[in-house]
């Protein structure tokens, strides 16, 4: 069971990686293409602009996740370079109990984002706002995923004899 999520996870990270990449290059071509536009003809091209800015979104919460199942996305390094193993894992569970609660939170916060713009759509392009905004709960269960593995691949929460030192 925890091999298929693992590779899952790995299926996923490569998905976000991909889609971050995209996301950066497809950004970095349309709005060099609106400045180079912008500056020879001095028209401006309105529709890149909005599709580069909902790229951005999709790029934020997609490079979000992707750190999320690094274990990059909050980090207390200041910290845990003097602590010893118990202090470090007691650590890790609250950082990842915190983030949990996070994108929990977002999650619930996302379905009323979500309803607000169902029928709302972008000026210039037409698209509808809700795929736009889609990026947040996809963030939001793609980090929990990633969670939930790193829970499994750690035994994060699997106890300690007092004795020994060691998991049981």
Known sequence: MSKILFR?????????ATLVAIALFLIVVLVFYQVIT???TGTATPQLAE?????????????SAWLVSRG???????????????????QMIFV????????????IYSQK????????????????????????????????YFILERAVKTRLFAAITADSGKRA
């Open 51 to 63: 599709f580069a800015r909902f790229l951005f979104i999709w790029l934020v919460f997609a490079g």
């Open 8 to 16: 899952i996870g790995d299926l996923l990270r490569a998905v976000l």
């Open 113 to 144: 984002l979500l309803d607000v713009v169902a029928i709302k759509r972008a000026p210039a392009t037409g698209i509808p706002y809700g795929w736009v905004y889609l990026a947040l709960p996809t963030f939001c269960v793609a980090g929990l």
């Open 96 to 107: 990842e109990i915190c983030t949990a609660a996070l994108m929990v939170a977002l999650l």
């Open 38 to 40: 912008r500056y020879f």
């Open 72 to 90: 990059d996305l909050i980090a207390i390094d200041f910290f845990s370079v003097q602590m010893g193993p118990q202090a470090k894992r007691v």
